[in-house]
């Protein structure tokens, strides 16, 4: 064989073994660009523990100053003790930012007002009650503050938050105190003395934030979740002073006919019997002290030793 066609053998059998390889290589590259990634499961650092808690802190916490105690404010004026209490709507929404899911239409200070609602379910549009509530286009935020003068939340506790698994654990009190103020001039009162009562309620949290990207993508509730310690999240209804309704009640005797403003009540609400609370056994009437207290016909003493 002449030198001329073996070297056209020996070029032909390297471009067919580079031809091979070439293809074995691109078959090989195809299968991984058809393979899915794996899903990383990593616990949350740090950082996205203290995004949790401070997310948390932004949800609970808005309205008046609920960790303010019942003896600093009683003997004081009227007007004084009543611009502590004086509750405020939310303010920032704290899932601003984060990717939720859409939260329902009910849900938050912005959506429509619960005793709205309920006269409709109750098909009732066009009475008195509907026309009062829905015609003005009130929010829930402004149907509470006709209803009620104080509100709020604070943290007593916590947040404390944990890496739990993929997710973060937040757990902790939250301290609601609600004062729904009242329209019955025939408020219970000794000489200059009145009375309010204001009802604080402690509510256990037990939380489950999942997060990605820094941000929150959910929340699972494993203690019970009413919408006045959640504002942003839950759904307003009219329950609210049925559930504050002797629980947690405290008499503060103040200096002065407390001025409710224009405070009126939905029909629907329950406002707190503040003109028989001194004989009400759910309210913790310690703050009166020496003030000689009668109820019911003016015979029956509130505070043996003192009338």
């Not at 056209?8 to 090989?28: D, F, K, N």
């Not at 590259?29 to 808690?53: C, F, L, N, R, S």
């Not at 303010?68 to 209490?85: M, N, P, Q, Y």
């Not at 999942?210 to 699972?220: A, C, E, L």
Request: charged fraction near 25%.
């Amino acid at each position: 064989m002449r030198p001329q066609s073996r070297t056209l053998i020996a070029v032909a059998t390297l471009a067919g073994v580079i031809l091979t390889a070439g293809c074995a290589r691109q078959e090989t590259d195809t299968g991984k660009t058809g393979t899915k990634p794996q899903a990383v499961t990593a616990a949350p650092d740090a950082k996205t523990v203290e995004h949790a808690a401070a997310f948390e802190r932004r949800l609970r916490e808005w309205g008046a100053d609920s960790t303010i105690r019942a003896d600093t404010l009683a003997r004081k004026d009227a007007g004084s003790v009543l611009a502590s209490l004086h509750g405020t709507p939310p303010a920032d929404d704290p899932a601003t930012g984060e990717n939720l899911p859409a939260r329902q239409a009910d849900a938050g200070p912005h959506a429509a007002n619960p005793a709205c609602r309920a006269y409709r379910r109750l098909d009732q549009v066009g009475d008195t009650g509907e026309r009062a509530w829905c015609a003005d286009g009130l929010d829930a935020a402004a149907w509470l503050a006709r209803i009620a003068w104080g509100y709020g939340s604070r943290w007593t506790d916590g947040p404390h938050a944990a890496a739990d698994g993929t997710g973060v654990r937040v757990t902790g009190t939250v301290r609601f105190m609600y004062l729904a103020g009242n329209q019955n001039p025939n408020t219970l009162h000794v000489d200059d003395w009145w009375g309010i009562t204001p009802t604080w309620i402690d509510y256990p949290v037990d939380d489950r934030l999942t997060v990605r990207d820094g941000r929150i993508t959910g929340i699972r509730h494993r203690q019970a979740d009413p919408w006045w310690i959640d504002p942003w999240l839950g759904v307003w209804d009219t329950g609210i002073g049925d559930r504050m309704n002797g629980r947690g009640r405290v008499g503060i005797p103040v200096r002065g006919e407390p001025d409710w403003g224009a405070l009126t009540g939905d029909g629907l609400t329950v406002i707190p019997p503040e003109t028989r609370f001194m004989a009400d056994e759910n309210v913790d009437m310690s703050l009166w002290g020496s003030i000689p207290v009668r109820v019911g016909d003016g015979q029956s003493c509130q505070n043996p030793g003192y009338c």
